[in-house]
């Protein structure tokens, strides 16, 4: 049976959804939707095991301590203790063993105590450009030390 403009009426075998079918259908859909949410919900808390408070409080120390690097003057800009550092393969890191003692500052905030290193490396190529790093590093209890970092660049403006 063919379609024809002002008929109204399906033909034998075609048929559609009814409302009702529908609904189930997005019901059914929703709590899918939901149920794989929740599971990557989980997925990423497992995989951050510890407080995203303490990553945006070492982060706004480490913030803190670079806005005060940028203040002191040129001549003065120095690294923080250098027994607070360790070379390694990826680098210069923390040397989290020797924190409390030589660490360039520590604050404690509600219970965590946070220690900040900071090292000033010259450009090799432009004697007016010193690199800073800011480690901002914590332990919570009875975990493996965490840390973030901020890394900045100064030029000497001459004034």
Known sequence: MRWS????????GESGFSILEVFVALLILSFGALGLAMVQLTAVKAKVPFSSSNI???????QEAIDHLLQ???TELRSSHPD????????????YSRLAAS????????GTTFYRVWQVMPDPEMPTLKTITVWCCWRPEGSSWR?????????DAGY
């Open 72 to 74: 002191v003057p040129w």
């Open 147 to 155: 840390q973030a970092s901020l890394v900045t660049q100064r030029a």
């Open 5 to 12: 403009p002002g008929s109204s009426k399906l033909g034998i």
């Open 56 to 62: 945006r409080t070492a982060t706004d120390l480490a």
């Open 103 to 110: 660490a360039g500052d520590s604050v404690t905030v509600q």
């Open 84 to 95: 607070g550092f360790r070379s390694g393969a990826e680098g210069v890191s923390p040397e």
